[in-house]
């Protein structure tokens, strides 16, 4: 089976200094949202890593149907889902994304969400920290 999660990075080495186990948790959230909403016939989503100066940039996008630009502020919030049919037995509590912003802010780092007619993207920002040579 052929995986329909692809990874674009950077060809420089990108440095941040994180709790990996709590991002762990940011990315296996982000990526089974995007799978989740992702086009059912043609999943596809889109994880990159990107240089951006003093920060690193991930983001991971779907490309499924969108969001509408009115729910975009409140997906953070917690306990808030779009589609207000849905409840713990139909799909999750409404918290990940809550926790992902708690994480990357813990992080000193920033997170967004875009979204247009087709695709949402989820974003987060992380300061790179310095590149250390081999040890003397």
Request: hydrophobic share 35%.
């Amino acid at each position: 089976m052929n995986s329909p999660v692809f990874l674009t990075t950077s060809p420089e080495s990108l440095i941040a200094e994180i709790d990996p186990s709590r991002f762990i948790i940011v990315l296996r959230n982000l990526i089974e949202n995007a799978l989740e909403h992702a086009d059912t016939h043609d999943k596809r989503v889109d994880l990159k890593l990107l240089d951006r100066g003093d920060s690193i940039r991930v983001e991971v996008t779907d490309n499924g149907k969108g969001i509408e630009t009115e729910e975009l502020s409140k997906l953070f919030e917690p306990f808030y889902r779009i589609d207000k049919s849905r409840n713990r037995s139909t799909g999750g509590y409404g918290l990940g994304l809550s926790l992902c912003k708690r994480i990357v802010d813990a992080h000193h780092g920033q997170i967004g969400i875009e979204s247009g007619g087709s695709g949402t993207t989820v974003w987060f920002m992380l300061p790179k920290i310095a590149k250390v040579g081999p040890l003397a």
